[in-house]
């Protein structure tokens, strides 16, 4: 009886809370600048109601019809508000303003979030300024993202789920941003295109992308710069460089300009490097970013930069230890001769966007890019290689107990390259209430001349190698001009549809991608689709879905061999995505987090294989293999300590690839069919953490940690026909750390002296960069040797390591 007169009163109650009254609670939500805030937490407090903004800031909730009730809201970096909600204003519209956490030292990054008309991952730039940056360069902030993987901090170049350093698509203001060519070392390359003081957005893809950017295999970074609307600025000064910053609007706002210079040197760094000697790096880049606007619907846009790397070099002498407790060995070098590398790139824009009306919008571009890259040396090298005594009980355990080889090398370069690429291209938009169509096309010319001297001599034990007793010969040589003019016609077309269905808002995006080359006489089209899905009652977890094909028409690059010939035939590699991911935003201690979760697969074809040297690519020119790349990437990212964000992601994978009709036969006659190998990007596990911290109850010191695991790579010796002939290099595992101290706040600015109250904010930073002290492997050095300790010829490869334990300080300011 007591159990059924409990049913009765459970039933009755809950025809009871059923037939309570209703209402929707309307709101938008903004920060102090009026910026909506997407993905904001909305709940009613001490109940499991609640739900999340949209990409304006909007949001709705079901909420009882009650005499009050407070309403909470939530987002990474902001104070948390509470609302009073009665029955005379819940049907009302509320603006809510955030305002950021006392907690915060110059606005740390909201947490990532994807558009609803694109694939996309919005990162906020804020990011970029606690991050120990080693480079100084905003990949940094890259490589820490899920399916991003770079086992060189000297470098801005990644790779990304299998993909080469060449497949990564980088759009500044809509216009494509191309590299340096010759460079083959990270210590060479200096400061990226993208200057991170000047940036207003940055919109990231690992994959599965939309129709308007192409034509890659990888990824897309789309950098967008900001249109200030008062005056500032930011200094910053460190022992790796300095970089100044302004930025204004005049003339009520129709002028605009926003300007950096940046200085870099990395010598500090480089006299940690194993080969001691002379470094004299140093990297300039100067751009500035201006628009006026006649009215409200026409405005022109001009973007120039001026880049400069020139890396100076004499080397002295080299020693290394290496090898393993059974086989230690070491490697003496002494050097004569030097290197000198100037790269020098120029680039231009004007751009015209015209707003019709609120639904039409167009733009016209022409741009300009012009790269002057020398490369020169001669480089003499006398080395001794020894096994060193490996018997612990001995007394002359580690020394030298043996001599395995004997010899000197001569590398010889002077290669000069120009390299011009123009063009024009338009993008429209028209915009309707569940359409967004956008098209566009693009015009290239392009002129590459190339002129390549470049050889290497090997002499072991006084023989030359290749070994032959009636000829000396050169180890390696190339010699060729090369002269190259093309172009390029590019158009898309696509339409983000959005409908309601089954309680659930689905966002279709649709597109074709057309290429045509006249080089080869090839034309490609490239179909894409994904979509998102937004369940309706399920505000905090998105689904999305993304396949399409990725053509990668060759540069210059790929389109030369070893020996500097070009192949005129060589055709587009191809890539199939499929990418489906999901996000689930949710609370923990009371604190939002996001985790975001993608599974893809990446059917390669008319792939062109080829080896990397240090951040060398060095291409076979044939279409000649078939691949595959597949895997899963997460992140989660959310307010491990109160009021401020951090981040870790994980990426499992494996790129594999087999060359057609490249078997060969064995030692015993035997016909070997190698099949599938690893590629040079294949890296099964990547993990990236960011954390930060600060002094409880005095937020203005400040705690960043960075972290970085990357498992062994695959390598193979260079000048060889055989690309299943593969090694392993050890892991490269990485810890940087940076302690600062904030002496103005920019949230709780209270400076009565006559000079620091016209700053905004500053700080100082003490960084130690690779903490742990860890010699990471990049590249190999082969030494070879006419006979080894079996009296037969062999080689060996000594590792060339990267940077040891550095301490940096750092001062910035923004006025």
């Given at each position: 009886?007591?159990?059924?007169?409990n049913?009765?009163?459970?039933?009755?109650?809950?025809?009871?809370?059923?037939?309570?009254?209703?209402?929707i609670?309307?709101?938008?939500i903004?920060?102090?600048?009026?910026?909506?805030i997407?993905?904001?937490?909305?709940?009613l407090?001490?109940?499991?109601?609640?739900?999340?903004?949209?990409?304006?800031?909007?949001?709705?909730?079901?909420?009882?019809i009650?005499?009050?009730?407070?309403?909470?809201?939530?987002?990474?970096?902001?104070?948390k508000?509470e609302?009073?909600?009665?029955?005379?204003?819940?049907?009302?519209?509320?603006?809510i303003?955030?305002?950021?956490?006392?907690?915060?030292?110059?606005?740390?990054s909201?947490?990532?979030?994807?558009?609803?008309?694109?694939?996309?991952?919005?990162?906020?730039?804020?990011?970029?300024?606690?991050?120990?940056?080693?480079?100084?360069?905003?990949?940094?902030?890259i490589?820490?993202?899920?399916?991003?993987?770079?086992?060189?901090?000297?470098?801005?170049?990644?790779s990304?789920?299998?993909?080469?350093?060449d497949?990564?698509?980088?759009y500044?203001?809509?216009?494509?941003?191309?590299r340096?060519?010759?460079?083959?070392?990270?210590?060479?390359?200096?400061?990226?295109?993208?200057n991170?003081?000047?940036?207003?957005?940055?919109?990231?893809?690992?994959?599965?992308?939309?129709?308007q950017?192409?034509?890659?295999?990888?990824?897309?970074?789309?950098?967008?710069?900001?249109?200030?609307?008062?005056?500032?600025?930011?200094?910053?000064?460190?022992?790796?460089g300095?970089?100044?910053?302004f930025?204004?609007?005049?003339?009520?706002?129709?002028?605009?300009?926003?300007?950096?210079?940046?200085?870099?040197t990395?010598?500090?760094?480089?006299?940690?490097l194993?080969?001691?000697?002379?470094?004299?790096?140093?990297?300039?880049?100067?751009q500035t970013?201006?628009?006026?606007?006649?009215?409200?619907?026409?405005?022109?846009d001009?973007?120039g930069?001026?880049?400069?790397?020139?890396?100076?070099?004499?080397p002295?002498?080299r020693?290394?230890?290496f090898?393993?407790?059974?086989?230690?060995l070491?490697?003496?070098?002494?050097?004569?001769?030097?290197?000198?590398?100037?790269?020098?790139?120029?680039m231009?824009?004007?751009?015209?966007?015209?707003?019709?009306?609120?639904?039409?919008?167009?733009?016209?571009?022409a741009?300009?890019?012009?790269?002057?890259?020398?490369?020169?040396y001669?480089?003499?090298?006398?080395?001794?290689l020894?096994?060193?005594?490996?018997?612990?009980?001995?007394?002359?355990?580690?020394?030298?107990?043996?001599?395995?080889?004997?010899?000197?090398?001569?590398?010889?370069?002077?290669?000069n390259?120009?390299?011009?690429?123009?063009?024009?291209?338009?993008?429209?938009g028209?915009?309707?209430?569940?359409?967004?169509?956008?098209?566009?096309?693009k015009y290239?010319?392009?002129?590459i001349?190339?002129?390549?001297?470049?050889?290497?001599?090997?002499d072991?034990?006084?023989?030359?190698?290749?070994?032959?007793?009636?000829?000396?010969?050169?180890?390696?040589?190339?010699?060729a001009?090369?002269?190259?003019?093309?172009?390029?016609?590019?158009?898309?077309?696509?339409?983000?549809?959005?409908?309601?269905?089954i309680?659930?808002?689905?966002?279709?995006?649709t597109?074709?991608?057309?290429?045509?080359?006249?080089?080869?006489?090839?034309?490609?089209?490239?179909?894409?689709?994904?979509?998102?899905?937004?369940?309706?009652?399920?505000?905090?977890?998105?689904?999305r879905?993304?396949?399409g094909?990725?053509y990668q028409?060759?540069?210059?690059?790929?389109?030369?061999?070893?020996?500097?010939?070009?192949?005129?035939?060589?055709k587009?590699?191809?890539?199939i995505?499929?990418?489906?991911?999901?996000?689930?935003?949710?609370?923990?201690?009371?604190?939002p987090?996001?985790?975001?979760?993608?599974?893809?697969?990446?059917k390669?074809?008319?792939?062109?294989?080829?080896?990397?040297?240090?951040?060398?690519?060095?291409?076979s020119?044939?279409n000649?293999?078939k691949?595959?790349?597949?895997?899963v990437?997460?992140?989660?990212?959310g307010?491990?300590v109160k009021g401020?964000?951090?981040?870790?992601?994980?990426?499992?994978?494996?790129?594999?690839?087999?060359?057609?009709?490249?078997?060969?036969?064995?030692?015993?006659?035997?016909?070997?069919?190698?099949?599938?190998?690893?590629?040079p990007?294949?890296?099964?596990?990547?993990?990236?953490?960011?954390?930060q911290?600060?002094v409880?109850?005095?937020?203005?010191y400040?705690?960043?940690?960075?972290?970085?695991?990357?498992?062994?790579?695959?390598?193979?010796?260079p000048?060889?026909?055989?690309?299943?002939?593969?090694?392993k290099?050890?892991?490269?595992?990485?810890?940087d750390?940076?302690?600062?101290?904030?002496?103005?706040d920019?949230n709780?600015?209270?400076i009565?002296?006559?000079?620091?109250?016209?700053?905004?904010?500053a700080w100082?930073?003490?960084?130690?960069?690779?903490?742990?002290?860890?010699?990471?492997?990049?590249?190999?050095l082969?030494?070879?040797?006419?006979?080894?300790?079996?009296?037969?010829?062999?080689?060996?490869?000594v590792?060339?390591?990267?940077?040891?334990?550095?301490?940096?300080?750092?001062?910035?300011?923004?006025?």
């Amino acid at each position: 009886m007591k159990s059924i007169i409990n049913i009765i009163f459970i039933f009755l109650l809950s025809i009871n809370v059923y037939a309570q009254k209703t209402a929707i609670l309307t709101g938008q939500i903004k920060n102090l600048q009026g910026n909506t805030i997407q993905n904001a937490n909305i709940q009613l407090k001490t109940s499991s109601i609640g739900t999340i903004s949209d990409i304006e800031g909007n949001f709705k909730l079901i909420v009882p019809i009650k005499k009050s009730y407070t309403i909470e809201i939530s987002y990474i970096g902001y104070e948390k508000k509470e609302l009073q909600i009665n029955f005379e204003n819940v049907n009302k519209s509320n603006i809510i303003i955030l305002n950021q956490s006392i907690n915060q030292i110059s606005e740390v990054s909201v947490i990532g979030t994807n558009s609803q008309s694109s694939n996309l991952i919005k990162i906020e730039k804020r990011a970029i300024e606690m991050l120990p940056n080693l480079s100084g360069n905003i990949e940094t902030v890259i490589k820490s993202m899920p399916g991003v993987a770079s086992n060189n901090e000297l470098s801005s170049q990644y790779s990304v789920r299998g993909g080469s350093f060449d497949e990564n698509l980088i759009y500044v203001n809509d216009i494509q941003i191309y590299r340096p060519i010759l460079i083959r070392a990270g210590k060479q390359e200096g400061l990226s295109f993208v200057n991170s003081d000047m940036v207003s957005s940055i919109n990231f893809s690992a994959g599965g992308f939309d129709a308007q950017y192409g034509d890659k295999m990888s990824s897309v970074l789309d950098i967008k710069y900001n249109k200030p609307t008062q005056f500032s600025g930011k200094v910053s000064m460190s022992l790796l460089g300095a970089s100044v910053h302004f930025e204004d609007a005049l003339l009520n706002g129709k002028l605009t300009y926003n300007t950096g210079f940046r200085y870099k040197t990395s010598q500090y760094l480089l006299n940690s490097l194993d080969v001691e000697g002379d470094y004299n790096p140093e990297f300039y880049d100067l751009q500035t970013f201006i628009t006026y606007s006649t009215n409200n619907k026409l405005r022109f846009d001009i973007l120039g930069n001026y880049g400069l790397n020139k890396y100076n070099f004499t080397p002295q002498n080299r020693e290394t230890t290496f090898g393993t407790v059974q086989d230690a060995l070491s490697l003496n070098i002494y050097y004569d001769g030097n290197e000198l590398d100037k790269f020098e790139t120029y680039m231009g824009s004007i751009s015209v966007n015209y707003i019709a009306n609120d639904k039409l919008s167009l733009k016209f571009i022409a741009s300009s890019f012009n790269t002057q890259e020398a490369e020169s040396y001669d480089i003499l090298g006398q080395y001794y290689l020894n096994e060193l005594d490996k018997s612990m009980s001995s007394d002359t355990y580690g020394d030298s107990i043996m001599n395995i080889g004997v010899g000197s090398f001569l590398n010889h370069s002077r290669n000069n390259l120009t390299a011009n690429v123009h063009s024009f291209s338009h993008k429209g938009g028209y915009y309707t209430r569940n359409n967004k169509l956008r098209w566009g096309f693009k015009y290239n010319y392009e002129s590459i001349n190339d002129k390549i001297r470049e050889w290497d001599m090997i002499d072991s034990a006084g023989f030359s190698l290749p070994y032959n007793d009636t000829v000396i010969s050169l180890y390696n040589s190339s010699h060729a001009d090369n002269y190259i003019k093309s172009n390029r016609i590019t158009a898309f077309i696509q339409n983000t549809y959005h409908r309601s269905f089954i309680n659930s808002n689905i966002y279709f995006n649709t597109g074709i991608r057309v290429h045509y080359w006249d080089f080869n006489k090839e034309t490609v089209i490239s179909p894409r689709l994904s979509i998102l899905v937004e369940p309706k009652l399920h505000k905090n977890i998105k689904f999305r879905l993304s396949t399409g094909y990725y053509y990668q028409p060759p540069f210059y690059k790929e389109l030369k061999n070893n020996n500097g010939e070009i192949n005129n035939n060589i055709k587009s590699q191809s890539s199939i995505h499929f990418v489906l991911g999901s996000d689930y935003i949710f609370s923990a201690w009371n604190r939002p987090f996001k985790f975001t979760s993608e599974l893809y697969y990446k059917k390669l074809n008319n792939l062109i294989p080829y080896k990397v040297d240090n951040v060398r690519i060095q291409y076979s020119a044939e279409n000649k293999a078939k691949g595959y790349a597949t895997g899963v990437d997460m992140k989660i990212n959310g307010e491990f300590v109160k009021g401020i964000e951090s981040w870790a992601s994980l990426s499992i994978m494996q790129t594999r690839e087999n060359i057609v009709n490249d078997q060969y036969t064995n030692s015993d006659g035997k016909i070997i069919y190698p099949g599938y190998y690893s590629r040079p990007t294949d890296q099964l596990i990547n993990f990236s953490m960011y954390f930060q911290d600060y002094v409880p109850n005095n937020p203005s010191y400040k705690m960043n940690l960075s972290l970085h695991y990357g498992s062994r790579l695959p390598f193979s010796a260079p000048n060889t026909d055989r690309y299943d002939l593969i090694f392993k290099m050890p892991p490269y595992r990485r810890v940087d750390i940076g302690f600062s101290k904030i002496f103005i706040d920019e949230n709780n600015h209270d400076i009565k002296n006559n000079i620091l109250k016209h700053f905004k904010s500053a700080w100082i930073s003490l960084e130690i960069f690779n903490l742990l002290d860890i010699n990471n492997t990049i590249s190999y050095l082969w030494i070879k040797t006419l006979q080894n300790q079996e009296g037969e010829s062999g080689q060996y490869a000594v590792p060339n390591y990267l940077t040891s334990r550095r301490i940096n300080i750092k001062l910035t300011a923004k006025f």
